[in-house]
């Protein structure tokens, strides 16, 4: 999501707002019926002030800004949750008040993803895209500890970035697999030098304890959640930690957590490929004078592993005098596959790469993907990805694994699986442990949670999304979108924003094995109509 909400700002490739047009319904009461839950040394919630938001990205073209504007604030938590006394950041929120104040329900706490992802800037682009869920709720993103606003970590300088971002990526040689991991090395001692006394403690875990004291600052009695991509895992860190405060939650685009990072690049490799093979048979849909890559999906992918072959020989130009390197060009293919409204862009620059020498706007969507600004500075998105990626596993991969795997990965994706695969040194003699507890998401006992997965997501396969659901245990709820791109609601799916919006606005949980779009013959669940006199608790709720 991270990478998608990027691409929507760099080329203005927005969905239609959703349209406010609940009618009258009471507003719930503490509907799950359970005690709250509250971890030892957690810290007493503060009174937030909320004010005027500064130094906000514009709305993304197409997207209409609230009409009640935006207000920001910052809620203190421990640095160490362990120690809730001693030194304290501050997580930084941005809220949108709910437009039909007199059946609000609460607040919906949003992660669109990474993790890395900045939530505030996110949710300041994007939050026409969720008016309805508006209507009822006050929309509220917020960075993560790491990430953004709040405490964030930082590596290298925007230059060293510049020279990581377009470096080899699929050594060849031995010596280019030295200079490759001795890269990894130096960045991950710059993490070290510059945010040291950080790292141990912007991991998943903490971040999920965060949540609990932005919930009661909040002043809501449960939480109401909407987590996408890695917000998947976040959510079910938080739901296994605080089963009886999990209010309504949307888990779109899951994650599974039990998957070892060598096994989950391994099955994303798998999912890229398969996600070029549907953009290039629909781009040779189009015909060889509009698409003048391959007569099918399979010519299409191999036009780009020619490309991408002959730009680890040959860089090629581009405007601002940044060249194209392969890695650059990967990059930018593989953030284009995150949203089938990207596909057109990513078309016209292959094109323009293969036939034209014009390596522009492939290079356009990789900084989209890597976090770079127009000005040439970065977000934090690669340092925090990095801090927090480590934070929450144990593995340590040496090049010596690499080669052993490679095979593997070039068998998943000739186009994707080598890359992939060396970017398993990520966490290579990162400077402390990891937390394996980190990737607990078990929470029998919380209230439904509906877990959302799409058949053609690259990012997050669809394996994922039903094992998360079993994962989560209880009473969590799968829906399935047959569809292509990373996630579900923000396709844009009607089917699903229907059977998402009922859930959320008026508690109502989807049969089993719910797909959207149906089959035919299978009824296709309703248009969420008023309910007045009706209950909002779920009708499987307890």
């Given at each position: 999501?991270?990478?998608?909400?990027?691409?929507?700002?760099?080329?203005?490739?927005?969905?239609?707002?959703?349209?406010?047009?609940?009618?009258?319904?009471?507003?719930?009461?503490?509907?799950?019926?359970?005690?709250?839950?509250?971890?030892?040394?957690?810290?007493?919630?503060?009174?937030?002030?909320?004010?005027?938001?500064?130094?906000?990205?514009?709305?993304?073209?197409?997207?209409?800004?609230?009409?009640?504007?935006?207000?920001?604030?910052?809620?203190?938590?421990?640095?160490?949750?362990?120690?809730?006394?001693?030194?304290?950041?501050?997580?930084?929120?941005?809220?949108?008040?709910?437009?039909?104040?007199?059946?609000?329900?609460?607040?919906?706490?949003?992660?669109?993803?990474?993790?890395?992802?900045?939530?505030?800037?996110?949710?300041?682009?994007?939050?026409?895209?969720?008016?309805?869920?508006?209507?009822?709720?006050d929309l509220v993103g917020f960075d993560p500890r790491g990430v953004g606003r709040s405490a964030p970590v930082t590596c290298?300088?925007?230059?060293?970035?510049?020279?990581?971002?377009?470096?080899?990526?699929?050594?060849?040689?031995?010596?280019?697999?030295?200079?490759?991991?001795?890269?990894?090395?130096?960045?991950?001692?710059?993490?070290?030098?510059?945010?040291?006394?950080?790292?141990?403690?912007?991991?998943?875990?903490?971040?999920?304890?965060?949540?609990?004291?932005?919930?009661?600052?909040?002043?809501?009695?449960?939480?109401?959640?909407?987590?996408?991509?890695?917000?998947?895992?976040?959510?079910?860190?938080?739901?296994?930690?605080?089963?009886?405060?999990?209010?309504?939650?949307?888990?779109?685009?899951?994650?599974?957590?039990?998957?070892?990072?060598?096994?989950?690049?391994?099955?994303?490799?798998?999912?890229?490929?398969?996600?070029?093979?549907?953009?290039?048979?629909?781009?040779?849909?189009?015909?060889?004078?509009?698409?003048?890559?391959?007569?099918?999906?399979?010519?299409?992918?191999?036009?780009?592993?020619?490309?991408?072959?002959?730009?680890?020989?040959?860089?090629?130009?581009?405007?601002?005098?940044?060249?194209?390197?392969?890695?650059?060009?990967?990059?930018?293919?593989?953030?284009?596959?995150?949203?089938?409204?990207?596909?057109?862009?990513?078309?016209?620059?292959?094109?323009?790469?293969?036939?034209?020498?014009?390596?522009?706007?492939?290079?356009?969507?990789?900084?989209?993907?890597?976090?770079?600004?127009?000005?040439?500075?970065?977000?934090?998105?690669?340092?925090?990805?990095?801090?927090?990626?480590?934070?929450?596993?144990?593995?340590?991969?040496?090049?010596?694994?690499?080669?052993?795997?490679?095979?593997?990965?070039?068998?998943?994706?000739?186009?994707?699986?080598?890359?992939?695969?060396?970017?398993?040194?990520?966490?290579?003699?990162?400077?402390?442990?990891?937390?394996?507890?980190?990737?607990?998401?078990?929470?029998?006992?919380?209230?439904?949670?509906?877990?959302?997965?799409?058949?053609?997501?690259?990012?997050?396969?669809?394996?994922?999304?039903?094992?998360?659901?079993?994962?989560?245990?209880?009473?969590?709820?799968?829906?399935?979108?047959?569809?292509?791109?990373?996630?579900?609601?923000?396709?844009?799916?009607?089917?699903?924003?229907?059977?998402?919006?009922?859930?959320?606005?008026?508690?109502?949980?989807?049969?089993?094995?719910?797909?959207?779009?149906?089959?035919?013959?299978?009824?296709?669940?309703?248009?969420?109509?008023?309910?007045?006199?009706?209950?909002?608790?779920?009708?499987?709720?307890?």
């Open positions: 999501m991270v990478v998608f909400a990027a691409i929507l700002t760099a080329f203005g490739l927005v969905p239609d707002a959703a349209s406010p047009s609940i009618r009258s319904v009471r507003s719930p009461s503490d509907w799950s019926g359970r005690s709250l839950s509250k971890e030892p040394g957690d810290a007493p919630p503060e009174r937030l002030v909320w004010k005027r938001c500064t130094g906000l990205p514009e709305p993304d073209p197409g997207v209409k800004p609230p009409p009640a504007g935006f207000r920001c604030t910052t809620v203190r938590v421990p640095l160490d949750h362990d120690r809730p006394s001693g030194e304290a950041i501050g997580v930084a929120l941005i809220r949108v008040p709910a437009t039909d104040s007199e059946h609000r329900i609460g607040s919906l706490l949003f992660n669109f993803g990474g993790p890395g992802g900045e939530g505030v800037d996110t949710l300041a682009q994007a939050a026409g895209d969720y008016a309805r869920l508006n209507t009822r709720y290298v300088d925007d230059r060293r970035m510049d020279v990581l971002t377009a470096r080899e990526g699929t050594p060849d040689t031995a010596a280019e697999e030295r200079a490759f991991a001795a890269d990894e090395a130096s960045y991950n001692r710059g993490c070290q030098t510059r945010s040291g006394a950080l790292l141990p403690h912007v991991g998943t875990v903490s971040a999920a304890r965060d949540m609990d004291l932005v919930r009661a600052a909040l002043g809501d009695p449960r939480l109401h959640y909407f987590g996408i991509s890695y917000g998947t895992w976040l959510g079910g860190s938080y739901a296994h930690r605080h089963p009886g405060n999990v209010g309504r939650a949307v888990l779109d685009g899951a994650v599974d957590t039990a998957v070892d990072p060598a096994e989950q690049a391994l099955q994303q490799a798998e999912a890229f490929q398969r996600a070029l093979g549907a953009f290039g048979a629909a781009c040779a849909a189009l015909g060889e004078r509009a698409c003048p890559l391959g007569a099918d999906g399979s010519g299409v992918a191999a036009s780009v592993r020619r490309l991408l072959a002959r730009l680890d020989r040959a860089p090629l130009p581009a405007r601002g005098g940044r060249r194209l390197t392969e890695r650059l060009a990967t990059s930018g293919v593989t953030a284009a596959l995150y949203s089938r409204r990207a596909w057109p862009i990513l078309a016209q620059g292959l094109v323009d790469a293969a036939t034209r020498r014009d390596g522009t706007l492939l290079r356009a969507l990789a900084d989209a993907g890597n976090g770079r600004r127009p000005d040439g500075s970065y977000t934090n998105l690669s340092a925090a990805n990095t801090a927090i990626a480590c934070a929450d596993t144990t593995a340590r991969y040496a090049p010596a694994d690499v080669r052993r795997l490679l095979p593997r990965f070039r068998a998943a994706s000739p186009v994707f699986g080598p890359a992939l695969a060396w970017g398993l040194l990520q966490c290579t003699g990162w400077p402390v442990a990891g937390d394996a507890a980190a990737r607990e998401v078990s929470a029998p006992s919380a209230a439904p949670i509906l877990v959302v997965g799409n058949t053609g997501d690259p990012a997050t396969p669809y394996a994922w999304a039903p094992a998360l659901t079993r994962a989560l245990g209880g009473q969590a709820t799968l829906l399935t979108l047959k569809g292509e791109g990373h996630g579900a609601y923000d396709t844009g799916d009607a089917c699903v924003r229907r059977t998402v919006d009922a859930y959320l606005l008026q508690g109502t949980v989807p049969p089993a094995g719910t797909v959207c779009p149906p089959d035919k013959g299978t009824q296709e669940p309703a248009e969420p109509k008023g309910l007045t006199g009706r209950s909002d608790r779920p009708s499987s709720a307890p």
